[in-house]
Structures are given as structure tokens and as C-alpha cells.
């Protein structure tokens, strides 16, 4: 089993900044990719970035120049910087974790975290 706790949502000014955490803990040696992800009110639930486990990243569109996903395997912490923040960007934030353990695509499982709100707004 993962476990992953994010933490370091709350409300921001359009412009401004913020930083997400996610602690994982568990079986955190079975990780693999790990991700944000985000959904608004009344919306499905959706991608904004990833990351592999040699710290390869990969970021949706709207995220593209403006948020920065980044891993720490010493403390198995991955962070969202995110930056020039736009109203559009209020939403629950999600970790989220693929889990290898065992042999084959089978094996893979996903892990999210409670997730945590960020709020743009002035």
C-alpha cells in the first residue's frame, strides 16, 4: 500500500504563487510516476503534471510555463510550484502514484492523496 498527504493549498491573489506537497509513505520503493492532478466544481477530474522516477516531467497545456513538478526521493515528497496563478486554477488538488508490485501491467496500481484546495481569487 502508498500512502500520499498533500499539503500547501489555500487562497491565493490572481498572480501570485503557490506550493503544494505531497508526502508519500507505505510501500514508497514500489513508486513509479508520480502526478497532480485537479478537479474544479462540477468537473471531471484532470491532468496537470507528472513525473517519472528519474525525474522526467510532463506538464497539460494550461500548466506549460507556469507550474513546475518536482521530486524529492530522499524525503519521497513530490511539489507543484505554481506560479501567475489564475482564477481558472481554483480547484481540489490530487496527488496521485503508480505502484509497481509485481511483475506485468497488471500489477500497476494507482494511489491518490485527499487532495488539497487552492483557491485563486481577489
Known amino acids: 500500500q502508498v500512502f500520499l498527504v498533500e499539503s500547501g493549498g489555500g487562497l491565493v491573489q490572481p498572480g501570485g504563487s503557490l506550493t503544494l506537497s505531497c508526502a508519500a509513505s507505505?510501500?514508497?520503493?514500489?513508486?513509479?510516476?508520480m502526478g497532480w492532478y485537479r478537479q474544479a466544481p462540477g468537473k471531471e477530474r484532470q491532468l496537470v503534471a507528472i513525473i517519472t522516477s528519474t525525474g522526467s516531467p510532463t506538464y497539460t497545456d494550461s500548466a506549460k510555463g507556469r507550474f513546475t513538478i518536482s521530486r524529492d526521493f530522499t524525503n519521497n515528497t513530490v511539489w507543484l510550484q505554481m506560479n501567475s496563478l489564475k482564477p481558472e486554477d481554483t480547484a481540489i488538488y490530487y496527488c496521485?502514484?503508480?505502484?509497481?508490485?509485481?511483475?506485468?501491467?497488471?500489477?500497476?496500481?494507482?494511489?491518490w492523496g485527499q487532495g488539497t484546495q487552492v483557491t485563486v481569487s481577489s
Open positions: 507505505g510501500n514508497i520503493f514500489s513508486i513509479t510516476t
Open positions: 496521485h502514484a503508480y505502484s509497481r508490485q509485481g511483475k506485468g501491467w497488471g500489477s500497476i496500481y494507482d494511489y
